[in-house]
């Protein structure tokens, strides 16, 4: 073979060699170019996991607190208190929805020329439906406010609520002691007046929860002042003390102007204590207060805790009644008042009642103070 052909087959295969090394470096170069990609791909991805991880799911030393404030979180919006929601279904139902606000603001509205726009509180009890009953149907605005407690059978309060609804009065369920849903309710409306027949009432269940009468007769009283009085306009009201704070009095017949010093049971003194809370809101804050002191009240749709509700089944029966004397054996008599008779009592103290003085939480002059 020719020297000339031999060099030009060496020259080629140092060639091909020389290509080859050079792919083998190219791929090198590319493959560690992919793995440092690749690498820092990984580690971006597993910081976002562990910052999402550490967002999401707190220490286990915190995880009782950021559950519970978590379900805190979680319950507040579930109930759109006071708030719109972003769903017509749970606007329609929550308090403080654009529809919640429409039925408080319907049922408040009066029918009647000059008619009163009156805030009713036990609106679901006995006293309180037949009240609202007879505002409405004479064409007041009348919102009802019940906490629909146990202490008798709700279901009863059920069905006095439903009679109210066939006659457009809403009643609102929530608790005096619920500060914000009683400021929401002045700030729809501008109550004229409020009947306050909210109460614990009954002697004897005292004994059993006492706390009951303190958080409604006392607190529950308290914090519904402090919402009136800072209202603008405050509105002028009514509410039910009881005959029970004669106490241990003995002079007949009673007579407002006797001593109420002596009450006989914790119910008589919280209705007292009520008295006197009354004359301090009046005086500092010039709120229209009127205190009606009810003597046992009867009637259809009346509470099955009465005593003519035992006295009528004992009799059907066929059980004899007990009869009570005094300690030093006299015979007891009760007064009792028919419904009727209350609820023109009740709203006649409501058309005679004056103006509060008070605007925003402060006396302007000296504001009407009554008890009956």
Known sequence: MPMSATADTSKTVKLERYNSYLRKIHSTKVLNASSKVLFRATLLVALVLVLLFAINYPPLS?????????????SFLSTGLFSSSSSSSSSSSSI???????????????????GLSVLVTGAA????????LYLRKRGDGVLGFDNFNDYYDPALKRARQALLEKQQVFIVEGDLNDGPLLR?????????????????????????????????NIAGFVNLLEVAKAANPQPAIVWASSSSVYGLNTENPFSEEHRTDQPASLYAATKKAGEEIAHTYN???GLSL??????????????????????????LHGKSIDIYRTQDNQEVARDFTYIDDIVKGCVGALDTAEKSTGSGGKKRGQAQLRGF
């Open 62 to 74: 915190d995880s009782r607190a950021a559950a519970a404030h978590h379900l805190h979180r979680r």
């Open 290 to 315: 009127t205190g009606l002191r009810f003597f046992t009240v009867y009637g259809p749709w009346g509470r099955p805790d009465m005593a003519y509700f035992f006295f009528t089944k004992d009799i």
């Open 184 to 216: 929401k309710l002045f700030d729809v409306v501008p109550f004229t007046h409020v009947l306050h027949l909210a109460a614990q009432a009954g002697v004897r269940y005292a004994m059993k929860n006492p706390q009951s009468y303190i958080a409604s």
């Open 96 to 114: 403080g929805g654009a529809a919640w606000e429409k039925r408080v603001r319907q049922s408040s509205t009066a029918k009647r020329p000059r």
């Open 283 to 285: 005086h500092i804050y």
């Open 125 to 132: 009890g006995f006293v309180g439906s037949h009240c609202s």
